[in-house]
Protein backbone atom coordinates (compact mmCIF):
# COMPACT_ATOMS: atom_id res chain seq x y z
CA UNK A 1 0.00 0.00 0.00
CA UNK A 2 1.62 3.02 -1.01
CA UNK A 3 0.99 4.87 2.48
CA UNK A 4 3.70 7.55 1.84
CA UNK A 5 2.20 10.49 -0.63
CA UNK A 6 3.55 14.29 -1.42
CA UNK A 7 1.53 14.95 1.53
CA UNK A 8 2.59 12.20 3.77
CA UNK A 9 6.94 12.80 3.24
CA UNK A 10 8.29 14.11 6.32
CA UNK A 11 10.72 16.74 5.31
CA UNK A 12 11.79 17.62 9.00
CA UNK A 13 14.42 14.83 10.47
CA UNK A 14 13.28 12.24 7.56
CA UNK A 15 15.42 9.50 8.93
CA UNK A 16 12.49 9.20 11.78
CA UNK A 17 9.91 8.70 9.19
CA UNK A 18 8.79 5.58 8.21
CA UNK A 19 5.66 4.73 6.02
CA UNK A 20 5.45 0.88 6.29
CA UNK A 21 1.66 -0.54 7.61
CA UNK A 22 2.91 -2.72 10.29
CA UNK A 23 5.21 0.72 11.61
CA UNK A 24 2.13 2.80 11.68
CA UNK A 25 -0.44 -0.07 13.19
CA UNK A 26 1.66 -0.64 16.03
CA UNK A 27 1.74 3.43 16.97
CA UNK A 28 -2.04 2.94 16.66
CA UNK A 29 -2.68 -0.27 18.52
CA UNK A 30 -0.93 1.34 21.68
CA UNK A 31 -3.05 4.08 21.99
CA UNK A 32 -6.27 4.57 22.37
CA UNK A 33 -6.44 8.57 22.14
CA UNK A 34 -5.82 10.77 18.92
CA UNK A 35 -6.27 13.93 17.93
CA UNK A 36 -8.30 14.43 15.32
CA UNK A 37 -8.13 17.61 13.15
CA UNK A 38 -10.62 18.68 10.79
CA UNK A 39 -11.29 22.71 8.48
CA UNK A 40 -13.91 24.51 9.19
CA UNK A 41 -14.75 27.96 7.25
CA UNK A 42 -10.76 27.75 6.85
CA UNK A 43 -9.84 27.48 10.04
CA UNK A 44 -8.54 23.92 11.39
CA UNK A 45 -9.84 22.68 14.93
CA UNK A 46 -8.22 19.68 16.53
CA UNK A 47 -10.30 17.59 18.99
CA UNK A 48 -8.97 15.14 21.25
CA UNK A 49 -11.22 11.60 20.69
CA UNK A 50 -11.38 8.28 21.12
CA UNK A 51 -10.36 5.79 18.25
CA UNK A 52 -10.16 2.18 17.39
CA UNK A 53 -8.17 0.56 14.55
CA UNK A 54 -9.76 -2.71 12.25
CA UNK A 55 -7.72 -3.70 9.40
CA UNK A 56 -7.12 -0.78 7.58
CA UNK A 57 -9.91 1.06 9.04
CA UNK A 58 -9.80 3.98 11.32
CA UNK A 59 -12.79 4.57 13.29
CA UNK A 60 -12.91 7.51 15.33
CA UNK A 61 -15.51 8.88 17.79
CA UNK A 62 -16.40 12.08 15.74
CA UNK A 63 -19.30 13.68 17.45
CA UNK A 64 -17.24 16.91 17.59
CA UNK A 65 -17.07 17.01 14.08
CA UNK A 66 -20.94 16.52 13.73
CA UNK A 67 -22.05 20.25 12.72
CA UNK A 68 -19.11 20.59 10.41
CA UNK A 69 -20.36 16.64 8.60
CA UNK A 70 -23.68 18.60 8.25
CA UNK A 71 -22.54 21.55 6.27
CA UNK A 72 -21.19 19.26 3.81
CA UNK A 73 -21.79 15.93 1.38
CA UNK A 74 -20.47 12.66 1.93
CA UNK A 75 -16.59 12.70 3.67
CA UNK A 76 -14.49 15.26 5.07
CA UNK A 77 -10.50 16.00 4.62
CA UNK A 78 -9.23 15.07 8.11
CA UNK A 79 -6.10 14.51 9.61
CA UNK A 80 -5.55 11.93 12.66
CA UNK A 81 -2.62 11.89 14.81
CA UNK A 82 -1.75 9.71 17.56
CA UNK A 83 1.55 10.17 19.70
CA UNK A 84 3.39 8.94 22.17
CA UNK A 85 5.38 10.23 24.58
CA UNK A 86 8.09 7.66 25.56
CA UNK A 87 11.08 10.13 27.05
CA UNK A 88 12.78 13.55 27.67
CA UNK A 89 15.59 13.51 25.25
CA UNK A 90 17.94 16.04 27.56
CA UNK A 91 21.50 17.21 25.63
CA UNK A 92 23.92 19.42 26.57
CA UNK A 93 22.68 21.73 23.77
CA UNK A 94 19.01 23.13 23.76
CA UNK A 95 19.36 22.61 19.65
CA UNK A 96 19.89 18.62 20.39
CA UNK A 97 17.54 18.51 23.16
CA UNK A 98 14.14 16.70 22.13
CA UNK A 99 11.70 14.10 22.77
CA UNK A 100 11.79 10.38 22.73
CA UNK A 101 8.10 9.78 20.73
CA UNK A 102 6.15 7.42 18.30
CA UNK A 103 3.53 9.27 16.38
CA UNK A 104 1.30 8.36 13.18
CA UNK A 105 -0.38 10.73 11.36
CA UNK A 106 -3.14 9.51 8.66
CA UNK A 107 -4.81 11.34 6.46
CA UNK A 108 -8.04 11.13 4.18
CA UNK A 109 -11.98 11.86 4.13
CA UNK A 110 -13.19 10.82 6.85
CA UNK A 111 -17.20 9.55 6.41
CA UNK A 112 -19.75 8.96 8.66
CA UNK A 113 -20.63 5.52 9.88
CA UNK A 114 -24.10 4.99 8.52
CA UNK A 115 -24.47 1.01 8.26
CA UNK A 116 -22.59 -0.65 11.20
CA UNK A 117 -22.07 2.08 14.26
CA UNK A 118 -22.95 -0.51 16.93
CA UNK A 119 -19.73 -3.08 15.52
CA UNK A 120 -17.39 0.60 15.11
CA UNK A 121 -18.32 1.74 18.59
CA UNK A 122 -17.09 -1.86 19.96
CA UNK A 123 -13.90 -1.56 17.84
CA UNK A 124 -13.25 1.76 20.08
CA UNK A 125 -14.35 0.31 23.14
CA UNK A 126 -12.23 -2.87 22.77
CA UNK A 127 -8.88 -0.34 21.68
CA UNK A 128 -9.49 1.12 25.10
CA UNK A 129 -10.38 -1.95 27.40
CA UNK A 130 -10.02 -5.14 25.40
CA UNK A 131 -12.74 -7.66 26.82
CA UNK A 132 -14.99 -4.65 28.44
CA UNK A 133 -17.60 -4.40 25.47
CA UNK A 134 -19.37 -7.97 26.31
CA UNK A 135 -19.70 -7.07 29.83
CA UNK A 136 -21.74 -3.61 29.13
CA UNK A 137 -25.40 -3.25 29.15
CA UNK A 138 -26.49 -2.67 25.30
CA UNK A 139 -26.55 0.45 23.50
CA UNK A 140 -29.94 1.60 22.69
CA UNK A 141 -30.82 2.48 19.19
CA UNK A 142 -31.47 6.20 20.93
CA UNK A 143 -27.48 6.00 21.81
CA UNK A 144 -26.29 4.97 18.30
CA UNK A 145 -28.44 7.79 17.07
CA UNK A 146 -26.79 9.90 19.49
CA UNK A 147 -23.38 9.19 17.99
CA UNK A 148 -21.11 10.17 15.24
CA UNK A 149 -18.49 7.52 14.57
CA UNK A 150 -16.34 8.63 11.73
CA UNK A 151 -14.39 6.11 8.87
CA UNK A 152 -10.91 6.78 7.37
CA UNK A 153 -9.35 4.29 5.33
CA UNK A 154 -5.51 3.75 6.64
CA UNK A 155 -3.96 4.51 3.14
CA UNK A 156 -2.00 7.73 2.93
CA UNK A 157 0.28 8.16 6.23
CA UNK A 158 3.73 8.76 7.78
CA UNK A 159 4.91 7.75 11.68
CA UNK A 160 8.00 9.34 12.81
CA UNK A 161 9.70 7.39 16.03
CA UNK A 162 12.78 8.91 17.96
CA UNK A 163 14.40 6.58 20.55
CA UNK A 164 17.84 6.41 22.34
CA UNK A 165 19.84 8.63 23.85
CA UNK A 166 20.69 12.79 23.04
CA UNK A 167 23.05 13.46 20.04
CA UNK A 168 25.55 15.50 21.16
CA UNK A 169 27.60 17.23 19.01
CA UNK A 170 31.01 15.65 19.68
CA UNK A 171 32.69 18.96 21.59
CA UNK A 172 29.41 18.92 23.96
CA UNK A 173 30.22 15.99 25.61
CA UNK A 174 33.54 17.50 27.13
CA UNK A 175 30.81 20.07 29.03
CA UNK A 176 29.95 19.64 32.49
CA UNK A 177 26.72 19.33 31.94
CA UNK A 178 24.06 16.41 32.58
CA UNK A 179 23.41 14.23 29.20
CA UNK A 180 20.48 11.26 28.89
CA UNK A 181 16.71 10.59 28.87
CA UNK A 182 13.80 10.51 31.42
CA UNK A 183 11.43 8.00 30.64
CA UNK A 184 7.76 9.06 30.62
CA UNK A 185 4.92 7.07 30.43
CA UNK A 186 1.10 6.70 30.94
CA UNK A 187 0.75 4.47 33.90
CA UNK A 188 -2.74 3.28 35.32
CA UNK A 189 -3.35 3.49 38.68
CA UNK A 190 -5.49 1.59 40.86
CA UNK A 191 -9.08 1.26 39.76
CA UNK A 192 -10.88 3.00 41.83
CA UNK A 193 -14.66 1.72 42.21
CA UNK A 194 -17.46 4.04 42.24
CA UNK A 195 -19.06 2.70 45.40
CA UNK A 196 -21.97 2.96 43.58
CA UNK A 197 -24.73 -0.41 42.20
CA UNK A 198 -23.44 -3.85 43.28
CA UNK A 199 -20.29 -4.43 45.03
CA UNK A 200 -17.79 -6.51 43.30
CA UNK A 201 -13.81 -6.91 42.84
CA UNK A 202 -12.45 -5.29 39.52
CA UNK A 203 -12.16 -7.43 36.80
CA UNK A 204 -8.99 -9.07 35.71
CA UNK A 205 -8.63 -7.30 32.55
CA UNK A 206 -8.17 -4.03 34.94
CA UNK A 207 -5.71 -5.44 37.01
CA UNK A 208 -3.41 -5.95 34.08
CA UNK A 209 -4.33 -2.61 32.45
CA UNK A 210 -0.98 -1.01 31.26
CA UNK A 211 -1.53 1.23 28.70
CA UNK A 212 1.40 3.13 26.95
CA UNK B 1 -10.54 38.66 27.65
CA UNK B 2 -13.50 37.22 25.28
CA UNK B 3 -11.88 33.89 25.51
CA UNK B 4 -15.18 32.34 23.98
CA UNK B 5 -16.30 33.13 20.51
CA UNK B 6 -18.46 31.40 18.08
CA UNK B 7 -15.86 29.79 16.89
CA UNK B 8 -14.75 28.33 20.72
CA UNK B 9 -17.91 27.73 22.05
CA UNK B 10 -18.31 24.00 23.09
CA UNK B 11 -21.47 22.37 21.23
CA UNK B 12 -20.64 18.83 22.80
CA UNK B 13 -21.26 18.64 26.56
CA UNK B 14 -21.34 22.19 27.46
CA UNK B 15 -21.27 22.01 31.01
CA UNK B 16 -17.57 20.53 30.68
CA UNK B 17 -16.22 23.75 28.84
CA UNK B 18 -14.40 26.71 30.54
CA UNK B 19 -13.50 29.77 29.18
CA UNK B 20 -11.90 31.57 31.65
CA UNK B 21 -8.04 32.44 31.26
CA UNK B 22 -6.83 30.65 34.30
CA UNK B 23 -8.53 27.24 33.60
CA UNK B 24 -7.12 27.66 30.22
CA UNK B 25 -3.70 28.31 31.65
CA UNK B 26 -3.47 25.57 34.41
CA UNK B 27 -3.88 23.20 31.59
CA UNK B 28 -1.72 24.24 29.10
CA UNK B 29 1.25 24.92 32.39
CA UNK B 30 0.51 21.42 32.96
CA UNK B 31 2.11 20.53 29.75
CA UNK B 32 4.55 20.83 27.24
CA UNK B 33 3.70 19.07 24.35
CA UNK B 34 0.62 20.55 22.42
CA UNK B 35 -0.65 18.52 18.86
CA UNK B 36 -0.64 21.94 16.28
CA UNK B 37 -3.17 21.70 13.55
CA UNK B 38 -3.17 24.16 10.36
CA UNK B 39 -4.41 23.98 6.68
CA UNK B 40 -2.14 23.33 3.45
CA UNK B 41 -4.08 23.14 0.32
CA UNK B 42 -7.18 22.36 2.05
CA UNK B 43 -5.73 19.78 4.13
CA UNK B 44 -5.39 19.73 7.47
CA UNK B 45 -2.18 18.61 9.25
CA UNK B 46 -1.68 17.87 12.85
CA UNK B 47 1.61 17.48 14.44
CA UNK B 48 2.95 16.73 17.55
CA UNK B 49 5.43 19.46 19.16
CA UNK B 50 6.73 21.60 22.34
CA UNK B 51 5.16 24.64 23.46
CA UNK B 52 5.66 26.90 26.13
CA UNK B 53 3.25 30.01 27.84
CA UNK B 54 4.68 33.50 28.76
CA UNK B 55 1.76 35.16 30.20
CA UNK B 56 -1.39 35.36 26.94
CA UNK B 57 1.29 34.24 24.44
CA UNK B 58 1.82 30.64 23.57
CA UNK B 59 5.15 29.96 21.45
CA UNK B 60 5.24 26.99 19.86
CA UNK B 61 7.84 24.92 18.12
CA UNK B 62 7.02 25.27 14.20
CA UNK B 63 9.73 23.66 12.38
CA UNK B 64 6.97 21.45 10.70
CA UNK B 65 5.01 24.20 9.44
CA UNK B 66 8.10 25.97 7.83
CA UNK B 67 6.96 24.78 4.34
CA UNK B 68 3.53 26.20 4.76
CA UNK B 69 4.52 29.52 6.36
CA UNK B 70 6.89 30.33 3.39
CA UNK B 71 3.88 29.91 1.35
CA UNK B 72 1.77 32.94 2.80
CA UNK B 73 2.56 36.14 4.06
CA UNK B 74 2.38 37.16 7.81
CA UNK B 75 0.33 34.26 9.77
CA UNK B 76 -1.59 31.07 9.19
CA UNK B 77 -4.44 29.72 11.11
CA UNK B 78 -3.81 27.36 13.40
CA UNK B 79 -5.33 25.55 16.77
CA UNK B 80 -3.09 24.46 19.17
CA UNK B 81 -4.42 21.95 21.05
CA UNK B 82 -3.25 20.32 24.90
CA UNK B 83 -4.84 17.08 26.40
CA UNK B 84 -4.08 15.38 29.81
CA UNK B 85 -5.27 12.03 30.08
CA UNK B 86 -6.41 11.42 33.61
CA UNK B 87 -8.56 8.03 33.81
CA UNK B 88 -10.91 5.67 32.13
CA UNK B 89 -14.19 6.43 33.00
CA UNK B 90 -15.80 2.95 33.13
CA UNK B 91 -19.76 3.25 32.99
CA UNK B 92 -22.01 0.46 32.88
CA UNK B 93 -22.83 0.86 29.18
CA UNK B 94 -20.79 2.01 26.11
CA UNK B 95 -22.70 5.24 26.21
CA UNK B 96 -21.88 6.41 29.67
CA UNK B 97 -18.13 5.29 29.04
CA UNK B 98 -15.80 7.80 28.71
CA UNK B 99 -12.22 9.82 29.80
CA UNK B 100 -11.48 11.71 32.49
CA UNK B 101 -8.81 14.62 30.70
CA UNK B 102 -7.98 18.23 30.65
CA UNK B 103 -7.99 20.17 27.04
CA UNK B 104 -7.60 23.35 25.86
CA UNK B 105 -8.02 24.28 22.62
CA UNK B 106 -6.43 27.86 21.29
CA UNK B 107 -7.20 29.28 18.13
CA UNK B 108 -5.71 32.24 16.61
CA UNK B 109 -3.18 33.19 13.76
CA UNK B 110 0.63 31.89 14.54
CA UNK B 111 3.36 34.15 13.49
CA UNK B 112 7.19 33.25 13.10
CA UNK B 113 9.29 34.77 15.49
CA UNK B 114 11.64 36.93 14.13
CA UNK B 115 13.14 39.22 17.08
CA UNK B 116 13.89 37.53 20.58
CA UNK B 117 13.50 33.77 19.15
CA UNK B 118 16.30 32.69 22.36
CA UNK B 119 13.62 34.21 24.97
CA UNK B 120 11.14 32.14 23.21
CA UNK B 121 13.29 28.88 23.00
CA UNK B 122 14.18 29.70 26.60
CA UNK B 123 10.24 29.96 27.57
CA UNK B 124 9.76 26.54 25.55
CA UNK B 125 12.80 24.86 27.29
CA UNK B 126 11.25 25.60 30.88
CA UNK B 127 8.15 24.62 29.94
CA UNK B 128 9.45 21.31 29.58
CA UNK B 129 11.81 21.29 32.50
CA UNK B 130 12.69 24.10 34.61
CA UNK B 131 15.84 25.01 35.60
CA UNK B 132 17.18 23.41 32.40
CA UNK B 133 18.36 26.11 30.30
CA UNK B 134 20.86 28.34 32.57
CA UNK B 135 22.94 24.94 32.30
CA UNK B 136 22.70 24.52 28.55
CA UNK B 137 25.54 25.03 26.19
CA UNK B 138 24.91 28.16 24.73
CA UNK B 139 22.15 28.54 21.49
CA UNK B 140 24.77 29.58 17.90
CA UNK B 141 23.62 31.74 15.94
CA UNK B 142 23.21 29.03 12.65
CA UNK B 143 21.06 27.05 15.60
CA UNK B 144 19.03 29.54 16.07
CA UNK B 145 18.18 30.87 12.29
CA UNK B 146 17.79 26.82 12.11
CA UNK B 147 14.86 26.67 14.69
CA UNK B 148 11.33 28.40 13.39
CA UNK B 149 9.23 29.12 16.39
CA UNK B 150 5.71 30.60 16.56
CA UNK B 151 3.72 33.16 18.43
CA UNK B 152 0.15 32.56 19.05
CA UNK B 153 -2.01 35.24 21.16
CA UNK B 154 -4.30 33.24 24.05
CA UNK B 155 -7.01 35.72 22.70
CA UNK B 156 -9.73 32.93 21.64
CA UNK B 157 -9.68 29.41 23.63
CA UNK B 158 -11.88 27.16 25.38
CA UNK B 159 -10.97 24.51 27.74
CA UNK B 160 -12.75 21.17 28.43
CA UNK B 161 -12.59 18.78 31.61
CA UNK B 162 -14.24 15.91 32.88
CA UNK B 163 -13.93 14.84 36.28
CA UNK B 164 -14.86 12.17 38.30
CA UNK B 165 -16.81 8.49 38.75
CA UNK B 166 -19.15 7.54 35.65
CA UNK B 167 -22.68 8.92 35.71
CA UNK B 168 -25.11 5.87 34.72
CA UNK B 169 -28.51 5.73 34.00
CA UNK B 170 -30.30 5.04 37.25
CA UNK B 171 -31.44 2.23 36.47
CA UNK B 172 -27.86 -0.01 35.14
CA UNK B 173 -26.35 0.56 38.53
CA UNK B 174 -28.24 -2.51 39.57
CA UNK B 175 -26.45 -4.42 36.89
CA UNK B 176 -23.67 -6.92 37.94
CA UNK B 177 -21.36 -4.53 36.02
CA UNK B 178 -18.45 -2.78 37.50
CA UNK B 179 -18.18 0.83 37.72
CA UNK B 180 -15.60 3.21 38.11
CA UNK B 181 -12.41 4.91 37.19
CA UNK B 182 -8.76 4.26 35.98
CA UNK B 183 -6.37 6.54 36.91
CA UNK B 184 -3.95 7.31 33.88
CA UNK B 185 -0.86 10.06 34.18
CA UNK B 186 2.15 10.65 32.57
CA UNK B 187 4.61 9.19 35.04
CA UNK B 188 8.40 10.14 34.85
CA UNK B 189 10.86 7.35 35.60
CA UNK B 190 14.54 7.12 36.67
CA UNK B 191 17.03 9.71 34.58
CA UNK B 192 19.12 7.61 32.38
CA UNK B 193 22.49 8.82 32.00
CA UNK B 194 23.67 8.11 28.35
CA UNK B 195 27.22 7.11 29.94
CA UNK B 196 29.15 9.59 27.96
CA UNK B 197 31.25 12.66 28.84
CA UNK B 198 31.47 13.59 32.11
CA UNK B 199 30.68 11.38 34.83
CA UNK B 200 28.21 13.15 37.60
CA UNK B 201 24.73 12.62 39.25
CA UNK B 202 21.40 13.49 37.52
CA UNK B 203 20.60 16.99 38.75
CA UNK B 204 18.31 17.99 41.17
CA UNK B 205 15.46 19.05 39.30
CA UNK B 206 15.38 15.91 37.57
CA UNK B 207 14.72 13.89 40.94
CA UNK B 208 11.72 15.85 41.50
CA UNK B 209 10.66 15.54 37.92
CA UNK B 210 7.00 14.38 37.52
CA UNK B 211 5.16 16.12 35.18
CA UNK B 212 1.39 15.26 34.76
Redesign the interface.
Known amino acids: MPLKTS?TTV??LPKRAHYDFDTITDILDSGF?C?????SD???????T?YGRDGDVLYVHG??V??TLKAVAGGI?????V?H?DG?V?A????H?S?N?R?A?I?GSAEPVLDDKLRA?EII?EQ??PG??A???P??RK?LN??TVLKLPITEASAKIRTG??A?DDE???????????????????????????P????KY?AK?R?K
Not at 35 to 39: C, E, I, K, S, T
Not at 77 to 81: A, D, G, I, K
Request: aromatic share 8%; glycine share 10%.
Open positions: RHRIHLGFVGQPYVIPGSASRPVCVTTLLLRSGFSMYSVLLSILRWELRTTEATPPDDYALPIWGGVVPLALIAGKPEHDGKGVMPAPLYK
